[in-house]
């Protein structure tokens, strides 16, 4: 028998800790516990992986997954999940028929979309399934006040002839991570006008409102019928609180191998630009990820970057370049092959989504949903680490 070696371990690695969605999940739902739980799971599970953290969350209690698009909401259904999706960002050119045929709930924000929609489903001979959507005052998705007569007549008119079922009213908060925000009650206040209008079409629709941040405020005349959260899902807190002071756990660990090893001496000038030149003799450590991978260039603009090496929290130093990250070791004994962490859930002292977020003036959303293969290998991990 022909000897076949184990494979090397991965360069790169997004590890995903499933378990810590789980809890996140259950988390969310003591928070609302009289609404159903729709966990979104776009962009790729926010870089996390759609099909293994739906599943995760379908199995702690959610009941419904988000996505934007149409090719997201089918991936799910390859992907062997049949609970109710919805999709909510599309175009009116777009074909609807595979994911009326799936079963795919749709969102629906215009005549024009719904005529779209309901083409899709007289191609398919099924019922498409119908969120109908109101902008409450975010100005992007969603019907106006002024246009919503008109969309909910013509919603009504196709549930007559039975080419559709309106499932729902909803819309989204365009301050739903700022507690006490006067936008929330108005927009609340709005949505449920539009759902009175709709109702009064003799249409039975659910309502659903709020996101990570409003589900945690604990305020029942936001989570209505269902919640929506999203990067909580995946343990980065909406109010940016840190890790020990949050409920929730960061599912994600950015890590990498150690590629080389080398002495350099006193003087000697590190990456592009030389912004860096060793002050002593010292030990460089290269790492083979860089903005290619999601470490962005600007990370270590002033030299501030850490990454836990050898159970220490060690600098970047140098230009981060596309594929490479080189790390000051002194005279500490690390080796090729030794993994570094560059961030994850902070418990071993790791820097975390959140402190990158705050390095680079952005949030802990772009962080994760940057981290990008296919030179950064997925790993999902059942139990926590």
């Not at 991978?293 to 981060?320: K, S, T, Y």
């Not at 594929?323 to 902070?346: I, N, R, W």
């Given at each position: 028998?022909?000897?076949?070696p184990?494979?090397p ?5 997004a590890?995903?800790d ?8 259950g988390v969310?739902?003591a928070?609302a516990?009289?609404?159903?739980l729709?966990?979104v ?6 870089g996390?992986?759609a099909?293994?953290?739906?599943s995760a969350a379908?199995?702690a ?11 997201e909401?089918?991936?799910l259904?390859?992907?062997?999940i049949d609970?109710?999706?919805?999709s909510w ?7 609807f028929?595979?994911a ?6 749709l969102?629906?924000?215009?005549v024009a979309?719904?005529?779209a929609v309901?083409?899709?489903a007289?191609?398919a001979?099924?019922?498409a399934r119908?969120h109908l ?5 975010l100005?992007?998705?969603g ?6 007569a008109?969309?909910?007549?013509a919603?009504?008119k196709?549930?007559a002839e039975g080419t559709?079922?309106v499932?729902?009213?909803?819309s989204?908060?365009s301050?739903?991570?700022?507690p006490?925000?006067?936008t929330?009650?108005l927009q609340?206040?709005?949505?449920t006008t539009?759902?009175?209008?709709a109702?009064?079409r ?13 589900t ?6 936001l989570?209505l019928?269902l919640v929506r ?7 980065l807190?909406p ?5 020990a002071?949050s409920?929730?756990r960061?599912?994600?660990r ?5 590629a080389l090893?080398?002495?350099?001496p006193a003087g000697e ?7 860096w030149?060793a002050p002593?003799?010292t ?5 083979p990820v860089g903005y290619?991978?999601g ?5 270590n603009r002033?030299g501030?970057?850490r990454?836990?090496?050898?159970g220490e929290?060690?600098p970047a130093?140098?230009?981060i370049s596309?594929d490479?990250?080189?790390?000051d ?8 092959g030794?993994l570094?962490?560059?961030?994850g859930?902070g ?9 990158w977020?705050?390095?680079l003036?952005?949030i802990?959303y772009e962080?994760?949903?940057g981290v990008r293969?296919?030179?950064v290998?997925?790993?999902?991990r059942?139990e926590?680490?």
């Amino acid at each position: 028998m022909q000897f076949v070696p184990d494979a090397p371990p991965p360069r790169a690695e997004a590890v995903v800790d499933l378990a810590a969605v789980r809890h996140n999940v259950g988390v969310l739902r003591a928070a609302a516990p009289d609404s159903a739980l729709m966990a979104v799971v776009k962009a790729d599970g926010y870089g996390h992986g759609a099909v293994a953290v739906g599943s995760a969350a379908l199995a702690a209690g959610a009941t419904w997954l988000g996505v934007c698009t149409l090719e997201e909401a089918l991936a799910l259904r390859a992907g062997g999940i049949d609970a109710p999706v919805l999709s909510w960002l599309h175009v009116p050119t777009d074909d609807f028929t595979e994911a009326v045929a799936a079963g795919i709930d749709l969102s629906v924000g215009s005549v024009a979309h719904l005529d779209a929609v309901l083409a899709g489903a007289r191609a398919a001979g099924r019922t498409a399934r119908l969120h109908l959507k109101i902008d409450t005052g975010l100005s992007r998705g969603g019907a106006q006040p002024a246009q919503w007569a008109d969309l909910v007549d013509a919603a009504a008119k196709a549930v007559a002839e039975g080419t559709a079922e309106v499932v729902a009213v909803f819309s989204h908060l365009s301050h739903g991570d700022t507690p006490g925000h006067p936008t929330l009650d108005l927009q609340a206040e709005r949505l449920t006008t539009a759902w009175q209008a709709a109702r009064d079409r003799g249409l039975h629709p659910i309502r659903h409102l709020a996101n990570s941040g409003a589900t945690l405020m604990r305020r029942p005349e936001l989570a209505l019928d269902l919640v929506r959260p999203g990067i909580a899902v995946y343990g980065l807190d909406p109010y940016d609180r840190p890790v020990a002071q949050s409920p929730l756990r960061p599912a994600m660990r950015l890590q990498a191998r150690v590629a080389l090893v080398k002495r350099v001496p006193a003087g000697e000038g590190v990456a592009y630009g030389h912004e860096w030149v060793a002050p002593v003799e010292t030990t460089l450590a290269l790492l083979p990820v860089g903005y290619a991978d999601g470490v962005p260039r600007r990370l270590n603009r002033d030299g501030r970057m850490r990454v836990l090496l050898g159970g220490e929290l060690r600098p970047a130093v140098g230009r981060i370049s596309m594929d490479q990250v080189v790390v000051d070791c002194g005279d500490a004994p690390v080796a090729e092959g030794d993994l570094a962490v560059l961030f994850g859930s902070g418990a071993d002292g790791e820097p975390t989504a959140q402190d990158w977020a705050d390095e680079l003036g952005t949030i802990h959303y772009e962080v994760v949903t940057g981290v990008r293969g296919p030179r950064v290998t997925r790993v999902v991990r059942e139990e926590p680490w």
